[in-house]
């Protein structure tokens, strides 16, 4: 069972940035991190492999949002710039173990953090 523990996020205007990081209990495969929004589905926001550090991100975040990782210490981060308000969202930390199918998909991922918030205001 891997746990995954997130911290960062917050509240910040608009233009501004924010960090949010996700620590595992053991090695992984695949990390990635997903958003919502009530009554909206789980979106796939930036993906990492482990591995070899590939990244993917959703089009609406290329070029403000940088996905990195930490292999020595089982650590994710996700470094939010030129954040906008439709940004705001509950964020989640998600890993496997193995390829599941594309990372975009919230039921591709076993393991799941808590959330942290975050909050962009206008």
């Known amino acids: 069972q891997v746990q995954l523990v997130e911290s960062g996020g917050g509240s910040v205007q608009a233009g501004g940035s924010l960090k949010v990081s996700c620590a595992a209990s053991?090695?992984?495969?695949?990390m990635a991190w997903f958003r919502q929004t009530p009554g909206k589905e789980r979106e796939g926001v930036a993906s990492i492999l482990m591995t070899s550090g590939n990244r993917d991100y959703t089009d609406s975040v290329k070029g403000r949002f940088t996905i990195s990782r930490d292999n020595a210490k089982n650590t994710m981060y996700l470094q939010m710039n030129s954040l906008k308000p439709e940004d705001t969202a509950m964020y989640y930390c998600a890993a496997r173990l193995s390829y599941r199918g594309t990372w975009t998909r919230h039921e591709n991922f076993p393991y799941w953090g808590q959330g942290t918030q975050v909050t962009v205001s206008s």
């Open positions: 053991q090695y992984t495969y695949h």
